[in-house]
């Protein structure tokens, strides 16, 4: 099966940038676009032009106060003290000149890929750019000024109405677009993460589960650190599966942080390439299952730029197309092209040798408390399941 | 933290003359374990405990024959005298008079009156916002020296990178009382130029290996 399927891209996507040595770094989509055309899987005509996000489509999750201060701290309008009010200016997010400008272009592209397909002119639409997830309605934070998932699911109950199913395997905590529609039943977020005992934002525990009408539609499963492929897949595909036949929403979003790598600097999960095949395969199959193929997928964290996130996020694009996974050596003229800007040396395959870390000697440990976590996780829609069958 | 910031001010109290009925009304209603027993004057004179109530309470066995037993007053079965706290007492102290005590809560009073409550629930939520892990926050642990002045040393490092610090806690270390081990919650995403500059300054950073684990 093939699909037809929508890659939202700007070159301007790297005008959202703090300063040179920050950790997030928009260079990433570039890498990750040239690579998947050097691979021949992205012609031009699945090329969606993003546009920005207006002021009124951002105030669906922020407030006007924060977004006219982004504004202004763009143009270099708001004193320190007043832009840490706001999360602005911190080590984080520090500002920088046309913020908004460039953030909301971000948002915008959410938008875009949603329209593309809950209009109906694609199945499935990618844009890397997006994923923002630690943004809060009057608070800029975790390298997120606006929370374009929260924006996007907003605006989706606001013009279509769809129940929404929001997954997350961003190694840190979905915590912006949790909060977001903490209390919303339409609204149901489920997000797979290292554990908050030490890794930003901290929360993300699995008794998380929404308030008021919108209790059982938040689903947190914190795994722990250096957990591995296996564990990491076998949490992520039961979480996916019961929670989806739970729900049943008419739209999926994914948000694709690339940061569950074992190279990430910034965690200390240690997946390999296997999982991000994989995240996306299980995603691309759930929403022809159960929303007629209704998925958007955004991008997140990832933050080893070179040798990471380019192939971890190619694979969504082939396998949403209904290819492959991409397999072999990577594209010759792709490694050429950028050995020489990059820092470390550039992997040579898709996948990771075997041997690539170092054996994690409390593998079984781990395995049997994220099994343990899972279930506690899980437990509301067991109990509903066992109480319906009686 | 004072007593007064966390204490509930809306008390459900009885008098020694209330029925041990009424008061096991009040416990099931309200979701609650014990009651202070006020005088007139509302002066704290004794307190119960739902253990109290369902001990003076006919078992569920021989309820038909025995309903006279809820007639009985509170003054009868009330625990006297009765421990309480100030609203100016630190929340903290309140913490080990639950310990030392192995109780749950304790009347709050002012000029011996009775002016809130405290249960081992409010304790509870209060350490939790004191470890301060219910804001976003990235967690690092610092084994220092166990000496004088070793806390502002290593708060300039943090404070260089500008990161703010939401919560501090320290604790012994247990292999060498030499050294203890500060927590940090520190609101950034990226603690790595924290985490360098630490070790630069000669900190060991215990995060967040875990033991028998090599980084």
């Given at each position: 099966?093939?699909c ?10 790297t ?6 040595d920050?950790?997030f ?9 040239e ?14 032009n ?5 002021d009124?489509e ?8 924060y977004?006219?201060?982004v504004?202004?701290a ?31 272009l971000?948002?915008?592209s ?7 397909v809950l209009e ?29 998932g929260?924006?996007?699911i ?5 013009n ?5 199913l ?16 903490y ?5 149901c977020?489920?997000?797979?993460h290292?554990?908050?005992?030490y890794l ?14 919108g209790?059982g539609?938040s ?7 250096f957990t591995e492929d296996?564990?990491?897949l ?10 989806v ?8 979003i ?14 200390h999960?240690?997946g390999t390439?296997?999982?991000f095949?994989?995240?996306?395969a ?6 022809h ?35 492959e ?16 800007s ?14 690539s ?18 279930e ?6 067991h109990n509903?399941?066992?109480?319906n069958?009686? | ?31 609650i ?13 004794g ?17 038909k ?10 003054g009868a ?5 009765v421990?309480?706290?100030h ?23 002012r ?16 350490l939790?916002?004191?470890t ?7 967690q690092?642990e610092?084994?220092v ?11 300039q ?11 501090v806690?320290i ?5 060498d ?26 900190y ?5 290996q875990?033991p028998?684990?090599?980084?």
């Amino acid at each position: 099966m093939t699909c037809n399927t929508g890659f939202v891209y700007a070159d301007s996507v790297t005008s959202y940038r703090f300063k040179d040595d920050h950790p997030f770094n928009q260079m990433r989509v570039v890498l990750t676009k040239e690579l998947l055309e050097a691979s021949g899987a992205l012609e031009s005509t699945s090329i969606i032009n993003p546009r920005s996000a207006t002021d009124d489509e951002l105030s669906l999750a922020h407030s006007r106060k924060y977004i006219d201060a982004v504004k202004r701290a763009g143009k270099g309008l708001v004193p320190g003290d007043e832009g840490l009010e706001y999360g602005i200016g911190t080590e984080d997010t520090p500002v920088f000149k046309d913020m908004h400008e460039a953030a909301a272009l971000l948002v915008g592209s959410t938008l875009t890929a949603i329209d593309a397909v809950l209009e109906g002119k694609v199945e499935h639409a990618l844009n890397l750019g997006g994923g923002l997830h630690h943004g809060f309605e009057r608070k800029a934070s975790g390298f997120c000024i606006y929370n374009d998932g929260a924006v996007g699911i907003k605006y989706i109950r606001k013009n279509y109405n769809y129940r929404v199913l929001y997954v997350d395997t961003d190694a840190h905590h979905g915590d912006g677009v949790q909060w977001a529609f903490y209390n919303d039943p339409n609204v149901c977020t489920l997000s797979i993460h290292e554990t908050g005992r030490y890794l930003f934002p901290g929360t993300g525990n699995v008794n998380e589960r929404g308030l008021k009408e919108g209790y059982g539609y938040s689903f947190n499963v914190p795994i722990d650190a250096f957990t591995e492929d296996e564990s990491f897949l076998q949490v992520y595909e039961s979480a996916f599966k019961e929670v989806v036949e739970y729900f049943k929403p008419d739209v999926i979003i994914t948000q694709n942080g690339a940061d569950a790598h074992f190279l990430d600097p910034l965690t200390h999960l240690c997946g390999t390439m296997n999982i991000f095949e994989r995240i996306p395969a299980l995603a691309h199959e759930l929403a022809h299952k159960y929303c007629q193929g209704k998925w958007i997928a955004l991008g997140g964290g990832g933050y080893d730029i070179w040798r990471v996130v380019p192939r971890a996020w190619s694979q969504i694009w082939s396998i949403m197309q209904g290819l492959e996974p991409f397999k072999g050596k990577l594209p010759d003229q792709w490694l050429k092209k950028w050995q020489e800007s990059s820092p470390v040396v550039l992997p040579e395959h898709w996948h990771d040798p075997a041997d690539s870390y170092k054996p994690i000697p409390r593998k079984q440990e781990i395995t049997e408390k994220n099994d343990k976590i899972l279930e506690k996780s899980l437990q509301l829609i067991h109990n509903q399941k066992k109480y319906n069958s009686l | 933290m004072l007593v007064e910031e966390i204490m509930k001010k809306d008390v459900i109290s009885l008098t020694p003359d209330d029925t041990i009925e009424t008061a096991l009304k009040l416990l099931n209603q309200h979701h609650i374990r014990h009651i202070p027993i006020v005088d007139e004057t509302m002066v704290v004179i004794g307190i119960v405990s739902d253990r109290d109530v369902r001990d003076a309470s006919p078992s569920v066995f021989e309820k038909k024959n025995n309903m006279g037993t809820l007639k009985n007053k509170l003054g009868a079965i009330m625990t006297q005298p009765v421990i309480t706290v100030h609203p100016l007492d630190f929340a903290e102290e309140t913490a080990s008079i639950f310990y030392e005590h192995e109780i749950a809560c304790v009347p709050v009073t002012r000029n011996d009156k009775l002016v809130g409550i405290i249960t081992e629930k409010d304790m509870l939520y209060t350490l939790i916002q004191l470890t301060g892990t219910n804001v976003q926050s990235s967690q690092i642990e610092v084994k220092v020296l166990n000496k004088p002045g070793i806390l502002p040393q290593v708060t300039q490092v943090l404070g260089k990178r500008k990161v703010n610090i939401s919560s501090v806690l320290i604790y012994p270390y247990k292999p060498d009382s030499s050294y203890k081990i500060i927590v940090f919650r520190i609101q950034t995403m990226n603690p790595l130029p924290t985490i360098e500059d630490l070790k630069t300054e000669g900190y060991e950073v215990l995060w967040p290996q875990m033991p028998g684990m090599q980084p």
